[in-house]
T-cell receptor, first 115, second 112 residues
């Protein structure tokens, strides 16, 4: 299994440009998440999904959109990029274990700079 | 607002010593707690989870939970330079079965 994969690894955007960060998992996990991590900070939840066709906002959703058409894929769309969106973006997925507690597995991250 | 607090560090310990990392959380009814390790430029990886009061040991790692004090800690015995990383504490939201709140992390430096 490849686990959680993300593309691209690095990207520089100009202010006002748009892009899609790709995330794919091959573990058949129901839950998927997008986080951003600013330097020296923890992870902030942007959006999450509990299954194909179901998404919801996290703590910092403004300026982002998501879709979940399949179990495997959970792309994150940035519209009208702003310098405040310069960050490292992590995608994660999780399952619900028999004990009702899940473990989140993270992708390698996308480092985005908006100039 | 639900919060998870950690000292940012760096916490510097000599090789072979015990490193003690601490975390407090604001949501009194939280039930599940996690420690993730994050090497510089890499993604977080789960090293320990704990759900009940007391200690949980896994190799050189021991997680300790005190729900009454809303406090969770991670002890690393016989610290190695390879343990140098940022350790993120995460708490599952009480009203969610899957959402985590992360602390900002404690940077650990193990001196050879």
């Amino acid at each position: 299994n490849a686990g959680v994969t993300q593309t691209p690894k690095f990207r520089i955007l100009k202010i006002g440009q748009s892009m899609t960060l790709q995330c794919t998992q091959d573990m058949n996990h129901n839950y998927m998440y997008w986080y951003r991590q600013d330097p020296g900070m923890g992870l902030k939840l942007i959006y999450y999904s509990v299954g194909a066709g179901i998404t919801d906002k996290g703590e910092v959703p403004n300026g982002y959109n998501v879709s979940r058409s399949t179990t495997e894929d959970f792309p994150l769309r940035l519209e009208l990029a702003a310098p405040s969106q310069t960050s490292v973006y992590f995608c994660a997925s999780s399952y619900q274990s028999a004990g009702g507690v899940d473990t989140q597995y993270f992708g390698p991250g996308t480092r985005l700079t908006v100039l | 607002q639900k919060e998870v607090e950690q000292n940012s560090g760096p916490l510097s310990v000599p090789e072979g010593a015990i490193a003690s990392l601490n975390c407090t959380y604001s949501d009194r009814v939280s039930q599940s707690f996690f420690w993730y390790r994050q090497y510089s430029g890499k993604s977080p990886e789960l090293i320990m989870s704990i759900y009940s009061n007391g200690d949980k040991e896994d190799g050189r790692f021991t997680a300790q939970l005190n729900k009454a004090s809303q406090y969770v800690s991670l002890l690393i015995r016989d610290s190695q330079p390879s343990d140098s990383a940022t350790y993120l504490c995460a708490v599952k939201e009480a009203d969610s079965s899957y959402k985590l709140i992360f602390g900002s992390g404690t940077r650990l430096l193990v001196r050879p």
